[in-house]
């Protein structure tokens, strides 16, 4: 991936305008990066539609909408949801050149709240909601087309993290969906699962 040094330099200000620039700054630590690098990797493989609207659910600073505009996936706009206030100046900054294009907006909402319609819809904040949670953000999301890719890990040892996974069969077996792709990515302290695909409905 080549990213534009135009949307860097906002990167930059984002991080140096922000409250917290050390919270700013665990967006960008290698984990969480490459992460949503391997996210973006098995979207462009599995996702072949054009013009994608895309939201993303927890998506935090927005480094990941940032990637993803970056990628050779067909984006034609971006949502990204968060119930934290403190997320959505930084996020609109991260991606200032597409939110002043019309093509990223930034949502202080409850996302088990928020109605989905989307072509894409991102979740890579799984262990951060309860299966009662999890299960009502689903039931959200009306279309029936929409590609879902989640992710979630075995991070049992961090206290925002309330719903991990032991493995990738119980991720998948508690996430409800057609799977797609599945896979994990292991790290020194934990191991990341995703998967992609639709409802089972």
């Known amino acids: 991936m080549k990213v534009d040094?135009?949307?860097?330099?906002?990167?930059?200000?984002?991080?140096r305008n922000s409250k917290d620039r050390y919270r700013t700054l665990e967006s960008f630590w290698k984990g969480q990066v490459r992460s949503?690098?391997?996210?973006i990797e098995n979207l462009e493989r599995c996702c072949k539609h054009q013009d994608?609207?895309?939201?993303?659910?927890?998506?935090?600073?927005?480094?990941?909408a940032a990637l993803l505009f970056n990628s050779n996936l067909s984006v034609e706009k971006i949502t990204s949801i968060d119930i934290d206030p403190e997320c959505k100046e930084i996020s609109e900054t991260i991606n200032k050149r597409y939110e002043m294009a019309g093509r990223f907006a930034s949502e202080t909402f409850d996302m088990c709240k928020w109605v989905s319609n989307s072509d894409i819809v991102i979740n890579t904040s799984c262990e951060h909601l309860t299966q009662e949670q999890y299960d009502t953000w689903l039931s959200n999301i009306n279309n029936k087309k929409s590609f879902i890719v989640l992710q979630s890990n075995n991070y049992f040892d961090h206290e925002e993290h309330i719903r991990c996974s032991q493995?990738?069969?119980e991720f998948i077996a508690?996430?409800?969906l057609r799977i797609v792709w599945s896979g994990e990515l292991e790290f020194s302290k934990y191991t990341r699962y995703m998967i992609?695909?639709?409802?089972n409905v």
Not at 5 to 15: C, G, K, Q, S
Not at 196 to 199: E, N, R, S, V
């Open 196 to 199: 992609i695909g639709y409802k």
């Open 52 to 64: 994608n609207e895309i939201e993303i659910h927890g998506g935090w600073n927005g480094v990941l």
């Open 174 to 176: 508690t996430s409800h």
């Open 167 to 169: 493995n990738l069969q």
């Open 36 to 39: 949503k690098l391997w996210l």
């Open 5 to 15: 040094i135009e949307d860097v330099l906002f990167w930059m200000d984002a991080i």
